[in-house]
């Protein structure tokens, strides 16, 4: 109970899209019967933009899922390379610091293209050192697109978390550590929860960035909604009105994950205890 009560508006907001999308299902057909009384143009029509949202909003449940999976295991990595860095892992510190350098200076479309082409390479490359019998050719595209997708994500957030990590109290961290504390326990119970303070603002942002990013997955033969409202353009070639439909569409879902970033940084916010006014003296 005190669970759902502390992280009530993240559900709010992610049932508030769920219901959205059965909506546009259930609703498609009124709704279509509703766009055909809008009034259509020769340079621009009213009626192209709206009567693509309900197909456009079908593969909301594509890009959301792009997004998380990528933005997961995207933290999980950047935990890791900042982890590595402030660490200074031989070897691995080197390599970390040319992948990171690397990925934050290629656009996420090469690197997107380079792991749709690159990750059968390495797994054709895999069965011929071990003589195993991979079929490459059934990978789903979205492994090239999320693995992609977490690598460039990894790459800025491993920053934003080294720079919280490091902004940590010494105090606290010794603290800990003279409690008896592993350095497992230390990062996990003082280090992680006190730096996701300071990192959730800029993480959020990422979060965006990495949501729009997903419009280019359809490089990797992914239909998400960019390559959706495309589809519907080639109809009737519409393209400018659908184009208008589904960047509103990002912009009411970037509107949604920036009020739930909010409800997470109040989650996570210190309060300041309220000043009470104590008596001195009085009757005992």
Same mark, same amino acid.
Request: hydrophobic residues 50%; positive net charge; charged residues 15%.
């Given at each position: 109970?005190?669970?759902?009560?502390?992280?009530?508006?993240?559900?709010?907001?992610?049932?508030?899209?769920?219901?959205?999308?059965?909506?546009?299902?259930?609703?498609?057909?009124?709704y279509?019967?509703?766009t055909?009384s809008?009034?259509?143009?020769?340079?621009?029509?009213?009626?192209?933009?709206?009567?693509?949202?309900?197909? /456009?909003?079908?593969?909301?449940?594509?890009?959301i899922?792009? +997004? $998380?999976?990528?933005? !997961?295991? %995207? *933290?999980?990595l #950047?935990?890791?390379?900042?982890?590595?860095?402030?660490?200074?892992?031989?070897?691995?510190?080197?390599?970390?610091?040319l992948?990171?350098?690397?990925?934050?200076?290629?656009p996420?479309l090469?690197q997107?293209?380079?792991s749709?082409?690159?990750?059968?390479?390495?797994?054709?490359?895999?069965?011929?050192?071990?003589?195993?019998?991979?079929?490459?050719?059934?990978?789903?595209?979205?492994?090239?697109?999320?693995t992609?997708?977490?690598?460039?994500?990894?790459?800025?957030?491993?920053?934003?978390?080294?720079?919280?990590?490091?902004?940590?109290?010494?105090?606290?961290?010794?603290?800990?550590?003279?409690?008896?504390?592993?350095e497992?326990?230390?990062y996990?119970?003082? /280090?992680?929860?006190?730096?996701?303070?300071?990192?959730t603002? +800029? $993480?959020?942002?990422? !979060?965006i %960035? *990495?949501?729009k #990013?997903?419009?280019?997955?359809?490089?990797?033969g992914?239909t998400?909604?960019?390559?959706?409202?495309?589809?519907i353009?080639?109809?009737?070639?519409?393209?400018?009105?659908?184009?208008?439909?589904?960047?509103m569409?990002?912009?009411?879902?970037?509107?949604?994950?920036?009020?739930?970033?909010r409800?997470?940084?109040?989650?996570?916010?210190?309060?300041?205890?309220?000043?009470?006014i104590?008596?001195?003296?009085?009757d005992?």
């Open positions: 109970m005190t669970w759902l009560k502390k992280h009530r508006k993240g559900l709010t907001w992610l049932l508030g899209l769920l219901l959205l999308v059965i909506a546009a299902k259930v609703f498609e057909e009124p279509k019967g509703w055909q809008i009034p259509t143009g020769k340079i621009f029509s009213p009626r192209a933009v709206f009567d693509a949202v309900p197909q /456009i909003l079908g593969k909301l449940p594509t890009t899922g792009l +997004t $998380l999976l990528g933005a !997961l295991f %995207g *933290l999980i #950047g935990l890791i390379f900042a982890i590595v860095k402030i660490r200074r892992v031989p070897v691995l510190y080197r390599i970390q610091a992948f990171v350098s690397f990925l934050r200076g290629t996420i090469v997107l293209l380079l749709y082409y690159g990750i059968p390479m390495l797994l054709r490359k895999i069965n011929l050192t071990y003589g195993l019998d991979w079929n490459v050719d059934n990978v789903p595209a979205a492994v090239f697109v999320v992609a997708f977490a690598f460039n994500e990894a790459a800025y957030a491993s920053e934003t978390i080294r720079a919280a990590i490091q902004s940590v109290n010494a105090g606290e961290i010794e603290a800990a550590r003279s409690l008896g504390m592993t497992t326990q230390v996990r119970r003082v /280090i992680i929860p006190n730096a996701a303070v300071i990192a603002p +800029t $993480l959020i942002n990422s !979060l %960035g *990495l949501t #990013g997903t419009s280019l997955a359809f490089n990797a992914i998400e909604m960019f390559y959706q409202a495309q589809i353009s080639g109809n009737d070639y519409r393209y400018f009105e659908r184009y208008v439909a589904v960047s569409i990002y912009w009411g879902i970037s509107f949604l994950i920036e009020n739930a970033g409800g997470v940084e109040n989650a996570l916010a210190i309060k300041n205890p309220e000043s009470q104590v008596e001195v003296g009085g005992r």
